[in-house]
Nanobody, 126 residues
Framework: QVQLVESGGGLVQAGGSLRLSCAATGRTFSNYAMAWFRQAPGKEREFAAAISRNGGRTYHADSVKGRFTISRDNAKNTVTLQMNSLKPEDTAVYYC???????????????????WGQGTQVTVSS
């Protein structure tokens, strides 16, 4: 079992930055690939970024590539999402998720993730 708690959300103007953090407790953090998903009102949850167990590989959705960066610190059991050049369309609840599958692939599918945080709201005003 892994417990995930997100923080760092808030209200920011377009063009601004936010840094989301996700703290993990429970099983060995480095055994999990990690990801950030987001869900805007009235829309399905969508993939934003993922990172491998040792942090050596990352993958970002086209919608955030070049603006968002996922990273992790296995010594501190945290994964972060640095969000720059924010746009109003980035407004959503952001969730971190953990994938315990033994695989070298980074999944963009929410069904592949075993544990989820409660989410943190990000609102970008125009």
């Amino acid at each position: 079992q892994v417990q995930l708690v997100e923080s760092g959300g808030g209200l920011v103007q377009a063009g601004g930055s936010l840094r989301l953090s996700c703290a993990a407790t429970g099983r060995t953090f480095s055994n999990y690939a990690m990801a950030w998903f987001r869900q805007a009102p009235g829309k399905e949850r969508e993939f934003a970024a993922a990172i491998s167990r040792n942090g050596g590989r990352t993958y970002h959705a086209d919608s955030v590539k070049g603006r968002f960066t996922i990273s992790r610190d296995n010594a501190k059991n945290t994964v972060t999402l640095q969000m720059n050049s924010l746009k109003p369309e980035d407004t959503a609840v952001y969730y971190c998720a953990a994938d315990y599958r033994v695989t070298n692939t980074l999944s963009t599918t929410s069904h592949d993730y075993d544990y989820w945080g409660q989410g943190t709201q990000v609102t970008v005003s125009s």
